[in-house]
């Protein structure tokens, strides 16, 4: 079935230094999200991606996170500066259609922050 | 606003019992609602999903869930569990909006002890 990859699989970086996740979404899909998940607990949203802009972010989208989709390419989330509480597992996914969708999800990006 | 709650953080059962995990969304229009599973390492792959008609609808690997407007909710149920079938477990909400906004509950680790 449709797969959404991510690149790379783990990272560990320090603390202070910009990181880039990328990731490869379903190649017809419209919309773009990143969801952030620490420790194997709960999936935090933190936003979402349509037509070149960002549509909808939570708190957690800090000033230091910024996602983009260059010219239909990778979406990526980038982190600048890291900070300590950014290590989690980051998955991003992708949809077809804005709402009541399924929604497909990558295997997710683990970063380390040291 | 929209928010799902799933009450059981943890769900053991053993092999060959039948499982209900519970979920309660909240959302004042017509929701969609999907099951979601994580194996270890792994990302999210749709159990399955419900959008209107038939409140019970059928999922893979045995899995169904029945959607509930009076009770605001949608359990997953299985009539025989296997080890396999170990994960963690996410109800999910999409509302129709411009934004797909995906609202996640907080998971249920099941496991099935041999």
């Known amino acids: 079935g449709p797969k959404v990859l991510q690149i790379p699989s783990h990272q560990i970086i320090d603390m202070g230094q910009m990181v880039t996740l990328n990731c490869d979404p379903v190649?017809?899909?419209?919309?773009f999200y990143w969801y952030k998940q620490i420790l194997g607990q709960q999936m935090e949203f933190l936003v979402n991606?349509?037509?070149?802009?960002?549509?909808?972010k939570s708190k957690l989208f800090k000033d230091q996170f910024s996602v983009e989709r260059p010219d239909g390419s990778y979406f990526t989330l980038k982190i600048q500066p890291t900070a300590l509480e950014d290590s989690a597992v980051y998955f991003c996914?992708?949809?077809?259609?804005?709402?009541?969708?399924?929604?497909?999800f990558g295997k997710g990006t683990r970063l380390t922050v040291v | 606003a929209q928010s799902v709650t799933q009450p059981d953080a943890r769900v053991t059962v053993s092999e060959g019992a039948s499982l209900q995990l519970r979920c309660k969304y909240s959302y004042s229009g017509t929701p969609y609602l999907f099951w979601y599973v994580q194996y270890p390492r792994q990302g999210l792959q749709l159990l399955l999903k419900?959008?209107?008609?038939?409140?019970v609808v059928q999922g893979v690997n045995g899995f169904e869930a029945e959607f509930s407007k009076s009770n605001s909710s949608f359990h997953l149920r299985k009539a025989s569990v296997h080890w396999s079938d170990s994960a963690v477990y996410f109800c999910v909400l999409s509302g129709p909006s411009n934004t797909n906004k995906v609202v996640f509950g907080t998971g249920t680790r099941l496991q099935v002890l041999p």
């Open positions: 991606f349509y037509n070149g802009k960002v549509m909808e």
């Open positions: 996914a992708s949809s077809l259609q804005g709402s009541g969708t399924e929604v497909f």
């Open positions: 190649s017809n899909h419209l919309y």
């Open positions: 419900y959008y209107s008609g038939d409140p």
